[in-house]
């Protein structure tokens, strides 16, 4: 059960350690522990293609390990110059200095956009700021976050990990949180080829959409879930429809019942506010 007092008292603290933040920094330095860090990559999925930014990045610790236990290239940015020279000794250290970069850098400015992972333990007002930033990312890519979370974008997935010693708050554990960015697709797509009379009318909140699909005097109401670049929707009495996002186009990848046959249509990101 969620206890609103030791909620308001973790985020008492971690406010206060915030006023003692040096100038530029709107995080103090605290270490997310080792199981904590191994947990966050593993919710994320990380794996040797994978490149993941940590953003204040502290002492190297998550990107070291990424690069060490998952083969994946990494970027810490860290406003703090002296954690940005532990991190190069702490890599060189770990051997995966060839992997991994460390900058001095606010991570306002960071460009995020070579990331398929980014990785967070910062304030949820932080996360909020940067929310517009991280929704704007190729979707499909992977955030996780220590403790904080990003308001109404609900994670995809939480968990929880004991941390007997935790200095922060009176929980002895920490919560990991994962979004995987949905594809923006709001808005109207014109069909083409099978489906040249058809549209699809989508309006989207965070990783979930409804909307109508028109074909010729019929229409379908749809709802479901995106996960990356996929839209699902459930398999109910009319079958499951799922279709892939990728750029301007929408493309059928599965579907059932009396759209079977449109399995491999597109449709297209319409120019105006009509498909005609
Ligand atoms: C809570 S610590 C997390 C460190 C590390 N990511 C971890 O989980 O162990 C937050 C870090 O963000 C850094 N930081 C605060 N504001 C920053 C900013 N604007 N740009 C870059 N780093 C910042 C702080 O110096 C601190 O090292």
Redesign the pocket.
């Known amino acids: 059960m969620i206890n609103r007092f030791s909620v308001l008292a973790c985020a008492a603290i971690f406010v206060s350690l915030v006023a003692n933040?040096?100038p530029?920094?709107?995080?103090?330095?605290?270490?997310?522990p080792d199981n904590?860090?191994l947990e966050?990559l593993t919710l994320a999925g990380v794996k040797r293609e994978d490149h993941v930014i940590?953003?204040?990045?502290?002492?190297g610790?998550?990107v070291i390990l990424a690069a060490r236990r998952f083969g994946a290239t990494g970027l810490?940015?860290?406003?703090?110059p002296s954690?940005v020279q532990r991190s190069i000794a702490n890599a060189r250290d770990a051997g995966v200095a060839d992997r991994v970069e460390f900058r001095v850098?606010?991570?306002?400015t960071?460009d995020l956009s070579g990331a398929t992972v980014i990785?967070?333990?910062?304030l949820q007002e932080?996360n909020l700021q940067l929310r517009p930033r991280l929704l704007a990312l190729k979707p499909g890519t992977r955030i996780v976050s220590?403790d904080w979370d990003m308001g109404d974008w609900k994670p995809d997935r939480t968990t929880v990990v004991p941390v007997p010693d935790k200095q922060v708050g009176r929980e002895k554990s920490s919560k990991v949180h994962l979004w995987v960015v949905p594809a923006r697709v709001e808005g109207l797509w014109c069909g083409t080829g099978l489906l040249r009379d058809a549209s699809l009318k989508l309006a989207q909140a965070y990783q979930a959409f409804d909307g109508t699909l028109t074909w010729r005097d019929r229409k379908r109401e749809l709802a479901g879930q995106i996960a990356g670049a996929e839209l699902r929707t459930p398999a109910g009495r009319q079958g499951e429809l799922v279709l892939q996002a990728s750029g301007s186009e929408l493309r059928i990848t599965s579907a059932q019942g009396n759209l079977a046959l449109a399995q491999g249509q597109v449709f297209q990101r319409a120019a105006g506010d009509s498909c005609n």
């Open positions: 933040a040096q530029g920094e709107e995080v103090p330095f605290i270490t997310s904590v860090t966050m940590d953003l204040g990045s502290g002492d610790r998550i810490g940015v860290e406003i703090d954690l850098q606010d991570l306002f960071t990785t967070m333990y910062l932080v220590h």
